[in-house]
């Protein structure tokens, strides 16, 4: 399931990076999980390693506004707020950073 969970996010990504500005994307995942979102994603919050390396990447790296406790690289990601992730994932935490995505 994390795999399924970090294929979608990536894939989410993917379009967002690639959708117009304002424009209104929704996805369902093999869970059958509609996500919609509308506007611009401007505040990310990003639990997974690979997928803080991606978003660096991409130049979306000001877009990050907190970050799980194993992203590590880049040494940019350092800089940014970590939030309990894993086993201990806090929705609290993640919340209180308000995140579009």
């Known amino acids: 399931m994390k795999k399924l969970n970090t294929l979608f996010l990536f894939v989410l990504l993917i379009c967002l990076v690639f ?3 304002n424009a209104d994307v929704s996805l369902t995942d093999m869970s059958g999980s509609t996500v919609a979102i509308s506007g611009d994603v401007e505040r990310i919050v990003v639990l997974q390693p690979s997928d803080c ?3 660096f990447e ?3 790296g000001e877009n990050i506004v907190g970050r799980g406790e194993y992203c590590n690289f880049p ?3 350092l800089s ?3 939030v309990s992730s894993g ?3 806090n929705i609290e935490q993640i919340v209180s950073l308000k995140p579009d995505l």
């Open 19 to 21: 959708t117009p500005a």
């Open 53 to 55: 390396e991606i978003l």
């Open 58 to 60: 991409l130049g979306l």
């Open 75 to 77: 040494e940019e990601v």
């Open 80 to 82: 940014i707020p970590a």
């Open 87 to 89: 086993m201990e994932t």
